[in-house]
């Protein structure tokens, strides 16, 4: 018998900036007693894309040109086949997936390949305010399907686990774990007088302004309605010097201008312009832009574990949210974040005026989340969650059967 490491092959949807890309990418680096393999998809080209974070890891993933995030048979058929082979010629002792597409046809290739441990990680899920309710009942059942044939499957908080199994009914909860995401976020807690300089240099910010941000894709999941509407309240009910960005880009970026003009907030994209409202499309060192506003919102209808706010505690930034996803488990209410029901304008314009006008508590809460954060999200823990898990699936201790 040849005495070789445990052999992972870890497959992932796309590398676009946000937490599945982060959270393959520590996984495949750290994970010292394992031989990883990374595959990816290809990344949206509405997207930014993030194969720079591997590079700067010394990665490189295997990719496939014909795994895409959107639904398309002849492809996915070319990428299950693909897989197979891939399987074939690594001969893996784990295939972890991580995400919908990548789960959906990595599971399948792995099941079929005779993988012996098969493991998916749930980055999000599109079971609400993503499809019409018969795409979504499709969408639910493949995943019901794929859950008989995983190992083990992820969830990032409890509860995110709670809606896979209490309202989704995706698998029992013995074939669950929790395993929180991972970062390095002390670049975020680093250095921030620099930074904080640079970015509000390059924006034209002045000392007296509070910078206002929200931080991600420009699509309708994100509902950036809620985030102009939000600041147009704000303005009309604040003597404060406020100044807002929208962090990112996408499909929508059109529609959100055209809200924006309708709803009177003047805008530019322009960095030395001074208008309430600044769209700075993709920054790729999200460190200084952090370092540079004074609160970071997020406005989406469905959220996993949202990586913007975990970078925005350890940035010791205050929050301002929707209760979405697994938000709840990843920020301290109250004490780093303020949060409120999804798509009520008055809750979150009402949150944001309260932080924008009161210099105490805005002070208090800036104070709360480093620690919380750098604690709870490193990427050293991640690993080692990962490492535990691994090691009890390979010695046998499965808990559960491979099939229902």
Same mark, same amino acid.
Not at 207 to 228: C, M
Not at 267 to 293: E, M, R
């Given at each position: 018998?040849v005495?070789?490491?445990?052999?992972?092959?870890?497959?992932?949807?796309?590398?676009?900036?946000?937490?599945?890309?982060?959270?393959?990418?520590?996984?495949?680096?750290?994970?010292?007693?394992?031989?990883? /393999?990374?595959?990816?998809?290809?990344h949206?080209?509405?997207?930014?894309?993030?194969?720079?974070?591997?590079?700067?890891?010394?990665?490189?993933?295997?990719?496939?040109?014909?795994?895409?995030?959107?639904?398309?048979?002849?492809r996915?058929?070319?990428?299950?086949f693909?897989?197979?082979?891939?399987?074939?010629?690594?001969?893996?002792?784990?295939?972890?997936?991580?995400?919908?597409?990548a789960?959906?046809?990595?599971r /399948?290739?792995? =099941?079929?390949a005779?993988?012996?441990?098969?493991?998916?990680?749930?980055?999000?899920?599109?079971?609400?305010s993503?499809?019409?309710?018969?795409?979504t009942?499709?969408?639910?059942?493949?995943?019901?399907?794929?859950?008989?044939?995983?190992?083990?499957?992820?969830?990032l908080?409890?509860?995110?686990?709670?809606e896979?199994?209490?309202?989704?009914?995706?698998?029992?909860?013995?074939?669950?774990?929790?395993?929180?995401?991972g970062?390095?976020?002390? =670049?975020?807690?680093?250095?921030?007088?620099?930074?904080?300089?640079?970015f =509000?240099?390059?924006?034209?910010?002045k000392?007296?302004?509070i910078?206002?941000?929200?931080?991600g894709?420009?699509?309708?999941?994100?509902?950036?309605?809620?985030?102009l509407?939000g600041?147009?309240?704000?303005?009309?009910?604040?003597?404060?010097?406020?100044?807002?960005?929208i962090?990112?880009?996408?499909? /929508?970026?059109?529609a959100i201008?055209?809200?924006a003009?309708?709803?009177?907030?003047?805008?530019?994209?322009?960095?030395?312009?001074?208008? /309430?409202?600044?769209?700075?499309?993709?920054?790729?060192?999200?460190?200084?832009?952090?370092?540079?506003?004074?609160?970071?919102?997020?406005?989406?209808?469905?959220?996993?574990?949202?990586?913007?706010?975990?970078?925005?505690?350890?940035a010791?930034?205050?929050?301002?949210?929707?209760?979405?996803g697994?938000?709840?488990?990843?920020?301290e209410?109250?004490?780093?974040?303020?949060?409120?029901?999804?798509q009520?304008v008055?809750?979150?314009?009402?949150?944001?005026?309260?932080?924008v006008?009161d210099?105490?508590?805005?002070?208090?809460?800036?104070?709360?989340?480093?620690?919380?954060?750098?604690?709870?999200f490193s990427?050293?823990?991640l690993c080692?969650?990962?490492?535990?898990?691994y090691?009890?699936?390979?010695?046998?201790?499965?808990?559960?059967?491979?099939?229902?």
């Amino acid at each position: 018998m040849v005495n070789r490491k445990p052999r992972v092959l870890r497959i992932i949807n796309r590398l676009n900036l946000g937490g599945p890309t982060y959270n393959a990418a520590y996984l495949t680096k750290h994970m010292d007693e394992f031989e990883t /393999l990374l595959v990816s998809g290809m990344h949206d080209k509405t997207e930014e894309s993030s194969e720079f974070i591997v590079e700067e890891l010394g990665l490189k993933p295997l990719y496939l040109p014909e795994m895409y995030r959107e639904l398309n048979p002849f492809r996915d058929y070319k990428s299950y086949f693909r897989l197979r082979q891939i399987i074939t010629d690594f001969k893996p002792d784990i295939v972890h997936t991580h995400a919908a597409k990548a789960g959906a046809v990595g599971r /399948l290739a792995a =099941r079929h390949a005779g993988v012996p441990i098969i493991i998916h990680t749930f980055h999000g899920h599109v079971f609400h305010s993503y499809f019409s309710p018969a795409k979504t009942k499709m969408f639910l059942a493949i995943e019901r399907y794929l859950a008989r044939y995983s190992t083990k499957i992820i969830a990032l908080s409890p509860k995110q686990l709670s809606e896979l199994t209490d309202e989704f009914n995706i698998a029992p909860k013995s074939k669950f774990e929790i395993v929180s995401l991972g970062f390095d976020l002390q =670049r975020f807690a680093e250095n921030q007088k620099e930074k904080r300089k640079a970015f =509000r240099t390059e924006y034209n910010i002045k000392d007296d302004e509070i910078a206002i941000g929200i931080i991600g894709r420009l699509v309708p999941i994100k509902n950036h309605s809620l985030f102009l509407q939000g600041l147009k309240k704000l303005s009309e009910n604040t003597d404060k010097k406020v100044r807002a960005f929208i962090i990112g880009d996408g499909e /929508l970026r059109s529609a959100i201008e055209a809200e924006a003009t309708a709803l009177g907030i003047p805008f530019s994209s322009d960095k030395q312009n001074s208008a /309430l409202l600044t769209f700075t499309s993709w920054i790729k060192d999200v460190s200084v832009c952090n370092a540079g506003l004074d609160i970071i919102t997020l406005t989406s209808n469905n959220e996993g574990t949202p990586v913007s706010l975990i970078e925005a505690q350890a940035a010791g930034k205050p929050i301002v949210s929707t209760r979405v996803g697994g938000i709840e488990d990843i920020v301290e209410e109250g004490k780093s974040a303020l949060l409120c029901p999804k798509q009520d304008v008055n809750a979150f314009a009402e949150a944001l005026t309260l932080l924008v006008n009161d210099d105490n508590l805005r002070t208090a809460m800036s104070n709360e989340g480093s620690d919380y954060a750098l604690k709870q999200f490193s990427y050293k823990r991640l690993c080692a969650d990962m490492t535990k898990l691994y090691n009890s699936l390979l010695n046998g201790d499965k808990s559960v059967a491979q099939s229902a």
